[in-house]
Every structure is written in structure tokens, then in C-alpha cells.
């Protein structure tokens, strides 16, 4: 049974540029792919964010009450340094840097990928499948292209035949980037370098590997290793089908990318894979893109430790993923400190707001102005996450319910003013909106263990300190300083007062 | 550089059933091969066990000071329930029984096999390759078998030929089990349902699938999937090369599976893959087999969680971890509850002696019988872990220096009777052994995480109060008592000073 009390869910298919009416093909059940990371070094804050986004939408769909099979992949082979066909292999490259045979390179990323994703609290996705483990897979797609006739070889390497596909599927390529075709043939007849290729928007499906290639297979045309766009048709084809619902990944991906996954498909099948195409935005930091020539890239890694340095301080992970439900995923996600402490502020609000709801009682029978707000406010929840899975507003939704709910707490509405089965609702939606639907975990002071209390202690320990400091007392305010830095915990002061951090 | 000063590391190597000096193939590095688990269902503990006891081995290997490649593999594929050629394959039967893609199972088990030995504190391995990643490598080692004679096609599927390939190398056969050939060909000839074999004692390379086989590739002999022996040859070839220094795993793999996988190396490439095999032996519960219909079977997480039927209590996995190491890696690992509870007993003292060990101080410049039996600890330590890896013969050494720890911190041995540098060696030494080592982190209370932090803020908390008692600042004392007591936390003042609890 899928939940459709509060209206069809709308979603947003990048394909269209309109909200359509999600309807899965088969009744109740829904495939989603979505493009994993590129695993040839540490996790990236704006995949984490691409992956979060599709995090709440898989949620939401099994919130919902579909059986949802979610395929996000990890690239480990072939993904080059210009996202196309020229450029140095990323994964190699960074191989070599390291002295270490490519997949050790693949192992540690893989594995610190899945540990910020879980620190993040993310679902692991259905199926995880890998580049290199499907190389049969996509040999075949290369052969069946060939085939139909829409590929060519050049001295072992496999191109897609651009030309002879536009000809055949006139309006079908760039239909999802929107670029015109004719725009696509002109504004890249300069580039040089492409002497095997027939037209210069052809693409790589296999390329033949010179001896030294550290990652190469046999293939029917000799050894070589896959184009980058490749795995993502062969793996979602293998596990959702030639047709499926859902594809998703970072707006960066949509040209050329996913428009070479449709052509691939197409070219392969005759069919066109993808009934929703989903895009999320990009981050920036402080409103600029982060780039290492800006000096303004920041890691999960440090986000969570507080090193980072455009931060002021750390923050749980449960902070940052609380910031980017604030973003709606087609919107642009800027990271900043300012934001990351409002969102503290804002996520400490919305935890005690809980709290509080366990808390509070009603015992009104009717039917008041309170508990129409009570039905209005679920109702509005899910009129936003309906519509194209609008996070922001519907935690401007929940907010406002949460101001409802300190009322009640503080007596400025009397509890009999609510009648109790609203309450009810109300604890069972948020509950679910905010722990299954948004993955927040509430890790406030006094939420979990012996942190409650180190976290009372700590607040003490710097309103001492403060006062030391006040007093000209610098002995005291030195000796503070050193026993916290010998516990391993820093002090960071901000314009806003000091904040704490207990190094891992 | 190797550290060798207290002897060459001496390995029994299940090959020749001695214990031999270790010499890796490459001065200073080591390539080590460990079967790993078939993910089809959550973490066994008795993997557990025996993936914790490589992963003592790996770390030794690194304090060392060797640079190790470990490769433990993740069977995704082909592997049958009756261990050998016959049987259902394990992984399609519960992906059946759980109406669920298999790789949607892979993904589930792998990621609770991770959970478990994450846990556990087990390293990762340098690279965790799959056998579904790897059809291509296994598809050219079957043909490379073929050339060479040593295998044969029926009907789409390809065998070993075993007589062919005992006739070629004798006494090669059975080496590794010490099974004698004519012992072999006996026990196995009343076999029924091997029709296709020229011989029982053949066993499957690749076997053709049926069309409704949900795990199939194509290759030369059509759609089928790999014999389970044979990935364990590729990938080790692949990451390893043909010859490599370890390879290890539980003893029940011993026959057929790595006794095959000799056969197969030596029939594609005519080298004998491995220098030392290493096989840890079976686990036990309280005594017997762990068994369904005895009603026994205990999961790492019914461990961890105390609801296994054999236990009274929870046991932190870090008791676990200390349980395997009093055992060999050799002898049977017996699990109970009385086991359980001495070891956490054990654990909980080794953790008390290094905490004891931080604060105790030597002032002795001499060389008594003290930094004599320091000296002799120390030796005795790495002496045990170079005879075999002997982790139960090393905690009793350690066992033994921490009594001389607690006498010196009750004064029973003077701090004038130890060498400063001697307390020094100790600290250094037991440290590495017992963290880097042994993998253990200490989670008594009052320990890690912010536990610790706690402790150590307290004591400043507690030092701050008495300073602003000695100052006669009463309202910062008040202050201090207040907050605290907000805090749920509890001081109490006694004659030896203050003391401090958190109510629970």
C-alpha cells in the first residue's frame, strides 16, 4: 500500500525540466540509480551531499511504502582527470603517486566513502556494484552496440558513433543537457587530440591500453579497459532493467555523462533507460566553488574534527546533514560557518522540540483552532516533501509546529485547548518525518551516554575559564588550557564565545 | 628495516607441518592471501575468529616493520553448500528464500561482515576482491588449464583432471592435506552424481548454468559461473603473483579447497603458488560443534548484545578479541560463558596494569633484578610471537610483568629499584604489543572516547574547586557544586581529597 493521503508524489525530471507525477513502472515498486563516487581518494563534502540528497529521497520512497531497489555504483577503473575521454586516469594517477597497486587505492577510498556516509547516517544502498566488477557486462553492451551499428573500432578502441546515432534519433541527443545538436557539432570540431575519432563528440566505450596500463582486460578487440560513461549503462540495465524508474547523480554529471548513458542505451537496446532523471546542485563554500587554488576545500573529515579551515569549530555530522536538508537538492548548497551554527542552533531546536513533545500532555476532546494547525502542519509536511521532496520547506513546516509545541509546554496554550489523538499524531509523524524520513539522530547534550555529561562539564569548564579571564587570572586560565589540550580537547574561540572539540 | 633482535620469526607452515624460519620471497615485504567469508548471510563467529587471527598476524608482520600486501577475498559467487561441486549454491538459495536480487544479499552481508570486524578491531585488508569482480581472470586461468592438459569440457563445463594431474606431479596431490592420492581415489569413487567427471576426484572449473541460473557470464564453453576453488587462484595470482609468501584461512578449507587450489595454480602457470600456508583451527561452544540442531549457534551480534542463548550477559567485543588471543591460532578457540567471564576478568586487569603502568615512576639508575626481569618480559614477549605467533604464551609474560607493575605501584618494589629507561622500554613495549599488536583498546569504564575526556576534565574541575576553595572564592566553589550537580554528577569530599560520580 503506498501513502497517497496527502496527494501524488510530484518529482522534478531533469529530462522534462517539469514536475511530472511519479508513477513507477511496476505498481509499488521502484528501481533507482544513482552515480556512486570515483574512489581513488578521500570522500569529497559535495558527493557526501549528492548522496545525502538521494538518501532522503530513498527514504522518503520507502516511507511512502514502496519496495525500492537502490543501485548506487563505485567507479574504479577509468574515470579520467577531464570527466571525457583525454586526461590522465584519476585512479592510476593517483596509484602511482602512492607506490600501491590500484585497488589498494580503491579499498582505503572505498572505505572511508562508506565511513562518512555512515557517520552521516545514510542507508547503505541495495546494491554497491563496481566498475571492474562488471567487465563482461559491458564488453557485451560494447559488442551489442557495435552491432546495431552505432559504434566503430579504431586500432582497438571503441567509439559511439555520435553522428550516425543523431541521423537515426534526430532531437534525442542533448535532449537531457538541452544543448542543441547542432551546438554540440560545432563547439567541439576544434578540439585537437581526437585523430582516432570520427566526429569529435563521439565518445570512448573501450579504449585500447598501451602495455604498461596498469588496469587492462581482454576484450574481443585485445586488451583494454572501459569508457567512463559505460558501467553505468551496463550496471543499471543488469540490476533495474532496460527501463527503469529513477536515475540521479550530481548536475555535473548531466553533460556528457548521463546524455552518453541514454545514447548507450538507446544504441545498445533501442530503449530508452530512464523515466525521471534527478540532478542535484552543486556546493559551494562561502558562495564559490571549492577549488584548491581558492585555498577553500574542506573534507567531511574535517568538517567533523573542526580542522578545517574555513570553520570555526567542529561539527557533528548530524549538523552538517541538518544544513543540507535546509538546501532543497536542486538548489545550490553553500557551506559556510555561519550557516553550520545556525543549523546547530536550528538542529538543537528541533531535538529539544521532540523532547518536549514527549513530554507534554493534552487532554482536550474536541475539536480546536490548535489541532487544526495540527492537521494542517502534517498536511503541510507532506505537501512539501510531495512536491519534488522540498526538505527546506518542510522543515520550515515542522518549525512551526514546534513553536505549537513549546506553547503548550509553557502553558500559553492550556493542554485541554488540544485534543489528545492530534497529539498522538502529531508525536508519530515528526517522529517519523525526522528520524526515518530526514535520518537525524539526536545527539544533543543528554541525548546519549556519558557525552551528556561531559558536555555539562565542558560548558562549565569554559564559563571558568571565561571568568579567569575576566579576572586577569591567567595562571588558572593557562593551567585550563594545558589539562584540556592533555584530555585531547581543543578550545576554539569565536566571536560568538568558545567552543570545544575532543580529538578522535 | 626488519626488527629481528630477539629472534627470526618462525611460521608453521601447514605444508610441510613444521614450524620454519620466515623469509619472504622480497627482503621487507610481504604478499599474504587470506580466504575470506562467503556473504550469504550475517558474520559467523567462527570467521570471526579466524579473521582476527590473521589480523594479529597482519599487525605483527607490520610492527615488524614489514610492508604487507593482504588480500582477503569476498566470495560473492559459486560457492555450494556442501563445500565441494554438488549442493546448492548458498547465496542463490537465500536470495531465493528472501525473494531478493542476490547481489542485494551480498551487499546486506557484506556490509554486517564489515560491522562485525570493525568491531572486533580488525585492520581492513589492503585490497577486499570479489569474485564476481574477477570472471574474467578465472575464465583465462580455466583456459590456461585447458592449453596445458590439465582439465576437460563436458557439456559446457570444464573439470580438473586430476589423474592426469597426479600422473605429472606425484606425491603433489594431497601434499597440503596429507591425504595420500591412493587414499583420494579410494574414498571418493563411490560417488554418485558426478557423471560428468571422468573421475570423482576431478572437480569443477567452471560450470554451465541453467537458463534460469541468476548468477551467469558468458564464456568460450557458453553462459556458466566459476568452481568456487578457482577465484581464490586468480585473485591471489592477480594481487599477488604466482608465488607469494602466505596464504592462510580456516582449517576446514584445507581439503578440498586449498589442496585445489594448488592443483589448480601448478596446472595453469606450473608454479607452486604459495611458501607458507597458515590455517587456524575450528571453534568450539562450551565444548562441541557449533551446531543448528544443537541448538549453539551464537552470532558475533548475540555476542556483542548479550541475547545469544549461551551467554548470561553482553560481552564488549574487545573481551571477545581478548578471548581468541588466549587461545593459539592452532587450537580449537572454545566459546562459554565461564570463558567469556574470565576473560573479562583478564581483560579488564591487563587494561588496570597499563593505566597503573602511566603513573608509576622509576628513579633507579642501577640494573637490578627488577630491570632484570623487565629485560627478560620484554624478550619473553617477542620470543612467544616469533615461536608461531604464540598471542596466549605472550599475554602470560605480559601477565607476569604486570604483577611486577602493581607491585611497584603498592610499593612493594620500590621506584628507587627501577631503571627509569627500563620503565621506559616497558611503557614503549607494552603499548605496541598490547594496542598495535593485539588490537586492543581499552573500554573499561573511564576509558576511551568521552569517558575518558571526562576523567580528565574532572580532575581539572576538582582542582579548580580546590584552588577556589584555598582562595577562599566561595561563589565560584558554589558555581562549580551547582553546575556539576545539574550535570547529574555527584563529588564527594573525603580525607585523600575529592572523588566524583555520575549518577545513573
Known amino acids: 500500500m503506498i501513502h497517497s493521503e496527502y496527494g501524488p508524489l510530484m518529482v522534478h525530471n531533469s529530462l522534462t525540466r517539469q514536475k511530472e507525477v511519479f508513477t513507477p513502472l511496476v505498481e509499488g515498486q521502484v528501481g533507482m540509480y544513482v552515480c556512486g563516487p570515483t574512489v581513488y581518494k578521500s570522500a569529497h563534502i559535495g558527493n557526501a551531499r549528492t548522496f545525502v540528497s538521494f538518501d532522503i529521497i530513498y527514504r522518503y520512497l520507502l516511507h511512502l511504502g514502496y519496495r525500492v531497489r537502490y543501485v548506487r555504483n563505485i567507479t574504479d577503473v577509468g574515470h579520467l582527470t577531464d570527466d571525457g575521454d583525454q586526461g590522465e586516469d584519476k585512479l592510476l594517477k593517483q596509484a602511482i603517486e602512492e607506490k600501491k597497486q590500484p585497488m589498494e587505492i580503491v579499498q582505503m577510498a572505498t572505505l572511508d566513502f562508506h565511513d562518512v556516509m555512515k557517520s552521516l547516517n545514510a542507508l547503505p544502498p541495495s546494491i554497491e556494484p563496481t566498475a571492474t566488477g562488471h567487465i563482461i557486462e559491458q564488453i557485451r553492451m560494447v559488442s551489442q552496440i557495435l552491432e546495431r551499428g552505432y559504434a566503430y573500432e579504431v586500432n582497438g578502441s571503441i567509439y559511439f558513433d555520435t553522428q550516425k546515432y543523431i541521423k537515426d534519433h534526430p532531437n534525442q541527443y542533448g535532449a537531457l543537457s538541452g544543448k542543441k545538436t547542432d551546438d554540440l557539432l560545432e563547439e ?9 575519432k570520427k566526429h569529435p563528440t563521439d565518445f570512448a566505450l573501450w579504449i585500447s591500453a598501451p602495455k604498461e596500463h596498469l588496469m587492462q582486460w581482454e576484450s574481443p578487440w585485445g586488451m583494454g579497459y572501459p569508457g567512463w560513461h559505460l558501467e553505468c549503462s551496463a550496471m543499471s540495465t543488469k540490476y533495474l532493467g532496460k527501463t527503469f524508474d529513477i536515475h540521479g547523480g550530481g548536475l555535473d554529471l548531466l553533460f556528457p555523462h548521463h546524455e552518453n548513458e541514454i545514447a548507450q542505451n538507446v ?11 534527478i ?16 585555498n577553500n576545500s574542506v ?22 546533514r541538518f544544513l543540507m536538508l535546509q538546501s532543497h537538492y536542486r538548489s545550490t548548497f553553500d557551506l559556510s560557518d555561519d550557516a553550520l551554527l545556525a543549523a546547530e542552533k ?3 531546536r528541533l531535538m529539544q522540540g521532540l523532547k518536549t513533545l514527549e513530554q507534554i500532555q493534552a487532554t482536550g476532546t474536541g475539536q480546536t483552532e490548535h489541532d487544526d494547525r495540527i492537521t494542517n502542519g502534517i498536511e503541510s509536511i507532506y505537501g512539501h516533501l510531495n512536491d519534488d521532496f522540498s526538505t527546506p520547506q518542510a522543515l520550515a513546516s515542522i518549525f512551526d509546529l514546534i513553536t505549537m509545541i513549546n506553547s503548550l509546554n509553557d502553558g500559553h ?18 517522529a517519523a518525518i525526522i528520524h526515518d524520513v530526514f535520518g537525524l ?10 557525552g551528556q555529561s561531559l558536555d555539562a562539564v565542558m560548558e562549565l569548564v569554559l564559563e571558568l575559564r571565561q571568568q579567569a579571564r575576566a579576572d586577569r587570572n591567567f595562571a588558572t586560565a593557562d593551567l585550563i588550557r594545558a589539562k584540556l ?9 569565536g566571536k560568538d564565545g568558545s567552543s570545544w572539540s575532543v580529538q578522535s
Chains 1, 2 share one sequence.
Open 299 to 320: 573534507s567531511p573529515a574535517e568538517l567533523f574534527t573542526g580542522e578545517g579551515s574555513i570553520m570555526s569549530k567542529a561539527f557533528n555530522p548530524m549538523i552538517v
Open 279 to 294: 540532478h542535484t546542485n552543486m556546493l559551494t563554500v562561502n558562495g564559490t566553488k571549492m577549488s584548491k587554488s581558492l
Open 267 to 277: 544504441g545498445c537496446c533501442g530503449t530508452n533507460p530512464v523515466r525521471y532523471w
Open 346 to 348: 536550528g538542529y538543537n
Open 413 to 430: 496554550i492550556s493542554s485541554a485547548e488540544v485534543n489528545t489523538n492530534s497529539l498522538e499524531e502529531l508525536r508519530k509523524v515528526l
Open 441 to 450: 539522530i539526536d545527539v544533543t547534550a543528554g541525548a546519549s551516554g556519558s
Open 188 to 196: 567541439t570540431r576544434d578540439l585537437n587530440n581526437q585523430s582516432d
Open 485 to 493: 589540550t592533555e584530555a585531547g580537547i581543543t578550545i576554539k574561540d
